[in-house]
């Protein structure tokens, strides 16, 4: 199942975070749908920057900079923009970050995710919200089989914990002001997302990238470690789903959905360096940092049932096929190419995908 455009052209999309990694791909390709775009989001995170690379702003119909931790300014610029639809991506989202700013982290995770549900509704044009969070919302048990959606929320540190709120937040909104109403609200929880594009501070595939770039060996910190990886196009398609189900059909697609990868993709960290380093050149090569580092929980796999029984959805690239596409989207990024044209041709190489 692939996202309709019949069903995008021409509607109204606000999206929280759209200058950032994922906003930046979904702002695309709901661009590429016909979709009029809204965003409301801090300053592009990184620099460089996606969202400046291809231009997103250039097709959106509006892209504040703002703040959700403050309520008036989420209230007003979804208020001055009247969506139809609300996908909230807006997040502190890095682990390591979350310990040494775990305030800040709070903040914008739980009362930033309650100020989009409250300014979403309060307002009559919105029939559907994704509020985006991630599968470390769940209480890790650290075994070995697949998280399923009713199982419980936790989270060791601050980052995973906050997100784990965010889903609490997400469940009391809905069974307290929407479950009876017009406007449906569900939540999705995906894995470590790779793609061309990401250069988030500690994430394997922007240090990986970088160190290639500079010349110097990838010092890789647990090489053992195994994330469910996906490319990010993924979890967006699952967006886009869930989005339309809940537009069109309302409250029986309210409900939180995992959107992960294919279990084989499950892969450890040496895997992911051996292939690209490969992929990248003769003289690239990774070596093992001895240092100490704060706890990152070790393994968590999404199962991914109910949305491919229920939605249709299901993963299209293999993490083969992912690695090959961020190597070949940051070869491009360094020739100078037109990064916008790039995504729109991976998107439209995505939709082709069986
Ligand atoms: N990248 C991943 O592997 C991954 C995995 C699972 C879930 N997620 C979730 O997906 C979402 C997007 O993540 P990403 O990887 O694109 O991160 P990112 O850091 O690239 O983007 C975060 C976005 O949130 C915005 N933002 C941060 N604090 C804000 C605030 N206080 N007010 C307004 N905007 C603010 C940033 O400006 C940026 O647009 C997040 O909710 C994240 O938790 C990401």
Known sequence: MMADKAFWNGKRVFLTGHTGFKGSWLSLWLQSLGAEVGGLSLAPPTTPNLFTIANVAAGMASSIIGDIRDYETVR??????????????????????????????????????????????????????????????????????????????????????SKGCSELVTSAYRRSFFEAGTQALASARAGNVIGGGDWAADRLIPDILRAFQEGRPVVIRNPHSIRPWQHVLEPLSGYLLLAEKLYGEGQR????????????????????????????????????????????????????????????????????????????????????DDMQQLCFAQIAEFNQSE
Not at 270 to 295: C, N, Y
Not at 311 to 316: E, S
Request: glycine content about 6%.
């Open 76 to 161: 007003k610029a979804m208020a001055d923009f009247a969506p139809d639809i609300v996908i909230h991506m807006a997040a502190q989202p890095l682990v390591r970050l979350s310990y040494s700013e775990p305030v800040a982290t709070y903040a914008t995770n739980v009362m930033g995710t309650v100020h989009v549900l409250e300014a979403a509704r309060a307002m009559n044009s919105v029939r559907a919200i994704v509020n985006v969070t991630t599968d470390k919302c769940y209480e890790n048990k650290e075994w070995a089989w697949g998280y399923r959606e009713d199982e419980p929320m936790g989270g060791h540190d601050p980052y995973s914990n």
């Open 253 to 336: 697609w309210a409900e939180g959905w995992n959107f992960g990868p294919r279990d084989d993709d499950a892969k450890p960290v040496q895997w992911i360096v051996e292939r690209m380093t490969r992929q990248w050149s003769s003289e690239a090569t990774w070596q093992l940092d001895g240092g100490t580092h704060p706890h990152e929980a070790h393994y968590l796999k999404l199962d991914i049932s109910k949305a491919r029984s229920r939605l249709d959805w299901q993963p299209r690239w293999n993490l083969e096929q992912a690695l090959e596409r961020i190597v070949r989207w940051h070869r491009a990024w360094l020739a100078g």
